[in-house]
C-alpha cells in the first residue's frame, strides 16, 4: 500500500488547530441578501444531471436556468440529509472510544462544523425553491434510520469520505465557476473549506480502522459500504422532486438523467478520488466492484 499513515493522533491534533483558526457562523459568514442575478446559472450547466439530453434541447434559456436552481436546491436537501446521518456515525463513534482524547474532540468538533453546514444548506434551499420538502429519493427514509444504527468503523468512514468526496467534486467546479450565482458559490466556498479537514479526518481513521482487521469482518465492512453507496450516492442527483418542480415528468426526466452519457461521466469523475483511495486501502474488493459500478462511481 502505497498510502501513508501519520500517526491518527497526530492528524486529528493538527485538524484541531486548523478548525479553531477557521470558526464561522452560518448567519454571519455568508450575505444573505446577495441579490439573485436574472440570467446566472444555479450550478454549472454541464453538471446539471440532464445536460446534452433530448430534453435538455427542447428547453429554453429560462427553464435551463430554472432546472439549475432545482438541481442546485436539491443538492442542498441532500447535503442536509448526509449530515444528519454522518453526525450520527460520528456520535456513535466517539460513544465507543476514550471520550478524552484528540480523536475524540476531533469528531465532535467536526459535529459541530456539520451543524453549521446543516444550519446553511437548510437556508439555503428555503431560499432556492421556498422549502417545504427534504429528500425525495426512495429508501431515504430507510436509510437514515437504519445507517446510523448499523454503520460503523471502516465501512462508516468508507461511507463519510465518499460522500463528502462527491459533494466536495461538485462544489468546487460550482465555486470556481464564474457563469454561477454569487450566493451559491459562497455557499459552496465556505463547504469546500470546512470538508478538506473532514476527509483528512476520515482517511485517516479509516486507514487505522482496516489496519488489522480480520479478513471475514474486513469483507462484512466492503459489503455495507457498497450496498450503501449503490442505494444512495448516485440517486439523490435525480431525485424525482427537482424535476417535478420545473414541471417536467419527473419518470421521464429520471430515465434520461441516468442514460445521460454527460452524466454518467460526471459520477465517474465525482468517484474516482474517493473508489482510488478506498480501493488502495482495500475497502473495494472485486466482490464489491459491481456496488460502486451500480452507484455510478467506478468505471
Ligand atoms: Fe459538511
Ligand atoms: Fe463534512
Known amino acids: 500500500?502505497?498510502?501513508?499513515?501519520?500517526?491518527?493522533?497526530?492528524?486529528?491534533?493538527?485538524?484541531?488547530?486548523?478548525?479553531?483558526?477557521?470558526?464561522?457562523?452560518?448567519?454571519?459568514?455568508?450575505?444573505?441578501?446577495?441579490?439573485?442575478?436574472?440570467?446566472?446559472?444555479?450550478?454549472?450547466?454541464?453538471?446539471?444531471?440532464?445536460?446534452?439530453?433530448?430534453?435538455?434541447?427542447r428547453m429554453d434559456h429560462r427553464q435551463r436556468i430554472a432546472l439549475s436552481r432545482s438541481e442546485a436546491a436539491g443538492l442542498m436537501n441532500a447535503g442536509?440529509?448526509?449530515?444528519?446521518i454522518l453526525m450520527q456515525l460520528l456520535s456513535r463513534y466517539v460513544a465507543g472510544r476514550d471520550f478524552a482524547d484528540s480523536r475524540s474532540r476531533y469528531a465532535l468538533t467536526e459535529i459541530g462544523e456539520e451543524v453549521r453546514h446543516s444550519l446553511m444548506f437548510s437556508r439555503a434551499a428555503e431560499r432556492l425553491d421556498g422549502g417545504g420538502h427534504g429528500?425525495?429519493?426512495?429508501?431515504?427514509r430507510v436509510l437514515g434510520v437504519t445507517t446510523p444504527a448499523l454503520g460503523r468503523g471502516p465501512g462508516a468512514f468508507a461511507a463519510i469520505l465518499t460522500v463528502e468526496e462527491v459533494n466536495d467534486?461538485?462544489?468546487?467546479?460550482?465555486m470556481r465557476d464564474e457563469r454561477v450565482q454569487p450566493f451559491i458559490?459562497?455557499?459552496?466556498?465556505?463547504?469546500?473549506?470546512?470538508?478538506?479537514?473532514?476527509?483528512?479526518?476520515?482517511?485517516?481513521?479509516?486507514?487505522?480502522?482496516?489496519?488489522g482487521l480480520p479478513a471475514p469482518r474486513l469483507e462484512l465492512h466492503r459489503e455495507t459500504a457498497g450496498i450503501a453507496m449503490a442505494l444512495v450516492c448516485s440517486r439523490h442527483f435525480t431525485d424525482p422532486r427537482i424535476y417535478r418542480a420545473v414541471g417536467l415528468d419527473p419518470r421521464e426526466a429520471q430515465r434520461q438523467a441516468r442514460r445521460n452519457p454527460h452524466h454518467r461521466?460526471?459520477?465517474?469523475?465525482?468517484?474516482?478520488?474517493?473508489?482510488?483511495?478506498?480501493?488502495?486501502?482495500?475497502?473495494?474488493?472485486p466482490r464489491q466492484r459491481h456496488w460502486w459500478r451500480r452507484a455510478g462511481l467506478m468505471p
Open 1 to 57: 500500500m502505497t498510502t501513508t499513515a501519520q500517526p491518527p493522533e497526530r492528524v486529528a491534533e493538527r485538524l484541531l488547530r486548523a478548525s479553531a483558526e477557521h470558526e464561522w457562523d452560518a448567519d454571519t459568514a455568508l450575505d444573505w441578501d446577495t441579490p439573485l442575478l436574472e440570467d446566472a446559472w444555479y450550478a454549472p450547466p454541464e453538471l446539471l444531471t440532464l445536460y446534452g439530453t433530448d430534453l435538455w434541447r
Open 135 to 140: 429528500t425525495g429519493v426512495p429508501w431515504s
Open 169 to 174: 467534486y461538485w462544489q468546487r467546479e460550482a
Open 265 to 285: 461521466h460526471n459520477l465517474l469523475r465525482f468517484g474516482e478520488k474517493p473508489v482510488a483511495f478506498l480501493t488502495e486501502a482495500g475497502m473495494i474488493g
Open 80 to 84: 442536509l440529509w448526509t449530515e444528519l
Open 185 to 211: 458559490r459562497q455557499v459552496c466556498r465556505l463547504h469546500v473549506a470546512d470538508e478538506a479537514r473532514h476527509l483528512g479526518f476520515a482517511r485517516s481513521e479509516l486507514l487505522r480502522a482496516v489496519d
